[in-house]
């Protein structure tokens, strides 16, 4: 169908223009050098110079907007231009340059068709929807979304005034507070692409819908709630102050963009697009300043400078081809999946016990065949991913494996074991990462053979969803291991810090002061809930005893001995809590913890009998600040130890760390951020109060009293 046969081509840079005999002219973009699209301020002038081509040459009657890259649309603005911005003032000019291009385009007297392939996420599908019609690929690799909210920003070049004229308000509402991108699929049910076709033949379809100069749309259908809610004054009220509602719930007041998003399509709808344009300018400038946004990018930088990071500089990894796992329990299903589905590599499971590894399948199937029953996925490409994963009660195919991950029992002789059976059946090079939580590798290494194979690979539960991975070489381990585990980790689709080997790593060692301190409050008769709450208004997700019934009271428990024999009393959990476990009390899985699990809301209210257990009468005394900035300060504290003892190799990887592992608030940044931000000298002064109050456990770090002679901060 594409003619092509005397293309006159008008290259600029990015953009590219090429004129067909029919009259239909395809705008391409290809940004040199990167692999994908991403829009920058500069290219607002070379976009208006091919609307002028365009607008000149009569002969043109419809344009299709479409990526010359292989897998992607336009992944979104470059976000790295907002640096330049001195104030808000600065960064409204660059949401309003963004909305005058895209309306131009929306004013273009012929038809302009987006064709997308690949991601259109943020700027790019602002771009798609400025134009006249849409179809999209029916591609896996294409996702479509307002993902700028996760940055503390707004669409802000005609999303928010856009989307929801062109969908359900709820759903447009919906995507741009969560940020999550939606599949071609559901694009084409809510009525964001006008159609989905198959790639081969997205451009001879967008071609002919270029064609027709006025594009008809389906209306968008809304059911009796849904007229009311959206297309009746009252009713839009009442959506309006319920999606506020629910924002405040769930951000606590921490994060400033979603009540201005709900803000920009309230008076777009009700004044008209002009103010709604108007508006959404200026609070995107408004959130570009602000330190929530500003912590928010920190970590989408520093997760993409990991992303191209060796685990060792100059030292590439080897090639992966097959990995093994033993033990096929709740960690180890986790690391096979993420190795077969994420990593898409054959993984080979050992268990003693063959339930292990039908545990460790099952696990798969369940997670898979949910996205196929959602229609996320094909049936065929679940029995792809699933025949990457074997298992057997020895060591049959482990010979040829590049990495074995340990997830056996927590046990150190077992563990040492584990490393002499891989050195006898597998190959001399292979790999032995062990996912310990809380024995030192060098421990585990003790006796091996060839040490410099054996190195930690700390994952968080649930694996599939835990972004973070702890890399862990001992002192024996090859630089070469810690590259290759390191892109093993990212392979598998965690973010990968590599930290130096020591009772509980760094993310345990900076967790344990900081859990420790809310048992000591509720041992000191604070109700449970008032910490948990405390907490969560923080900024946390779940509050610490909550956690605790989470992770395990008994998994806890463990940690804190290892802690306290590497580094002393600081690390003594509060006195009383074996009374929970003499009580078989270990949290949510055996249903008996801090909370009640029974019932019809399970995990919901605080099982008021632990008190007793405890032999306290609840009673709150502490303000919520009061809980919050003893737990935190505490872990803010051991964090800057951490780095002072290179425990962790730089304040980036401990934000990182912290927020990826614990839940630390993204919106600060991560306590090394968190703590420049509150000034080192503050940092101090609070901790040097609470000893003098509450004893040495809060005695500041000695790196932290320096830096404050020095007037040094962590970041600037
Ligand atoms: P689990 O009890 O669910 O699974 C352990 C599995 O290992 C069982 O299926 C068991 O049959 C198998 N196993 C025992 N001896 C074996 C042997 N000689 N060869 C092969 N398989 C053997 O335990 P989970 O929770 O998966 O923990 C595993 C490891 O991961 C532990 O070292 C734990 O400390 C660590 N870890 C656990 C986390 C958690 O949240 N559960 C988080 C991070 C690390």
Known sequence: MTNENSPQQIAQSAFTLTKRDDGIAILSMDVPGETMNTLKVEFGQQVNDMLDQIQSDSSIKGVVVISGKDNSFVAGADISMLASCQNAEDAETIGKGGQAVFQRIEDMPIPFVAAIHGPALGGGLELAL??????????????????????????????????????????????????????????????????????????DVAIEMAKKPKFKRKPVKLDLMGQFLERTPMGRKVMFNQARKQTKAKTQGN?????????????????????????????????????????????????????????????????????????????GGGIAFVTATKANLPARIKDIRSDGIAHAMKYSYDILNKKVKRRFMLHSDMQKQLSRLTGSVDYTGFD???????????????????????????????IFASNTSSIPIGQIAANAARPENVIGLHYFSPVDKMPLAEVI?????????????????????????????????????????????????????????????????????????????????????????????????RFNSAPGFDKLLADDRKGKKNQRGFYNYVGNKPGKDVDESVYDLLGITPNSRLSENTISERCVLLMLNEAAMCLDEGVIRSPRDGDIGAIFGIGFPPFL?????????????????????YQQQLGDKFTPAACLTKMVEQNQSFYR
């Open 130 to 203: 400025a134009c006249h019609a849409r179809v999209c690929s029916d591609d896996n690799k294409t996702q479509i979304g307002l993902p700028e909210v996760q940055l503390g920003l707004l669409p802000g070049s005609g999303g928010t005034q856009r989307l929801p004229r062109l969908i359900s308000v709820q759903q447009a509402m919906k995507m741009m507070l969560t940020g999550a991108s939606v599949r071609p699929k559901q694009a084409l049910k809510y009525g964001i692409v006008d159609d989905m076709v198959p790639r081969s033949i997205l451009l």
């Open 255 to 331: 994060y400033p963009s979603p009540e201005r998003i709900i803000d920009c399509i309230e008076i777009g709808l009700e004044k008209g697009i002009h103010q709604g344009m108007a508006i959404e300018a200026k609070h995107f400038g408004h959130l570009v300043m602000t330190p929530e946004s500003a912590a928010l990018r920190s970590i989408f930088f520093a997760t993409t400078e990991m992303k191209r990071e060796n685990g060792v500089e100059g030292i590439a990894p080897k090639k992966l081809k097959k990995i093994g796992v033993l033990g096929g329990g709740l960690m």
């Open 400 to 430: 040829n494996t590049d990495v074995v991950i340990e997830a056996v029992f927590e046990d150190l002789a077992l563990k040492q074991n584990m490393v002499a059976d891989v050195e006898e059946h597998c190959a001399t090079q292979t």
């Open 473 to 569: 070489p001992h002192d024996g381990t090859s630089d070469q291991t810690i590259s290759t585990t390191v892109e093993l980790a990212k392979r598998q689709g965690k973010t990968p810090i590599v930290v130096k080997d020591g009772a509980g790593f760094y993310v345990n060692r900076i967790l344990a002061p900081y859990m420790n301190e809310a048992a000591e409050i509720l041992l000191a008769a604070e109700p449970i809930e008032q910490i948990d709450l405390a907490l969560v208004k923080f900024g946390f997700p779940v509050g610490p005893i909550k956690l605790l019934d989470e992770v395990g009271i008994d998994v806890g428990t463990k940690i804190s001995p290892i802690l306290v024999a590497q580094f002393g009393e």
């Open 669 to 689: 940044g991560g306590p090394f951020r968190y703590m420049d931000t509150l000034g080192i000298k503050h940092v101090v002064e609070r901790l040097a109060y």
